[in-house]
């Protein structure tokens, strides 16, 4: 029966994991790709309230788009090339 050195071959495939990403982003916005990690307790995102002071949602603070509770897009912000209703 043949043998063959499997060991040998997961040990290069590690090697292929080492971290070689310059910055290493935690929980970028989903809109601008920058970092919403802050800690373990908070994030980066702003929250936003209604007239009941409850939380209904978050916004990005690097390109101000909003997000509803459930991280769904509602408002695009700092981007030009969407046509907005008049
Ligand atoms: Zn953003």
Same mark, same amino acid.
């Given at each position: 029966? =043949?043998?063959?050195?499997?060991?040998?071959?997961?040990?290069?495939?590690?090697?292929?994991?080492?971290?070689?990403?310059?910055?290493?982003?935690?929980?970028?916005?989903?809109?601008?790709?920058?970092?919403?990690?802050?800690?373990?307790?908070?994030?980066?995102?702003?929250?936003?309230?209604?007239?009941? =002071?409850?939380?209904?949602?978050?916004?990005?603070?690097?390109?101000?788009?909003?997000?509803?509770?459930?991280?769904?897009?509602?408002?695009?912000?700092?981007?030009?090339?969407?046509?907005?209703?008049?």
């Amino acid at each position: 029966m =043949e043998k063959r050195n499997f060991s040998e071959q997961s040990q290069k495939n590690q090697k292929k994991y080492k971290k070689t990403k310059r910055k290493e982003i935690k929980d970028p916005c989903t809109v601008c790709d920058e970092e919403l990690y802050l800690n373990d307790v908070y994030t980066q995102r702003v929250g936003l309230l209604n007239d009941y =002071e409850e939380v209904v949602g978050w916004m990005c603070p690097h390109c101000k788009s909003e997000f509803d509770s459930d991280g769904k897009i509602k408002n695009l912000g700092g981007t030009s090339n969407i046509s907005g209703e008049a």
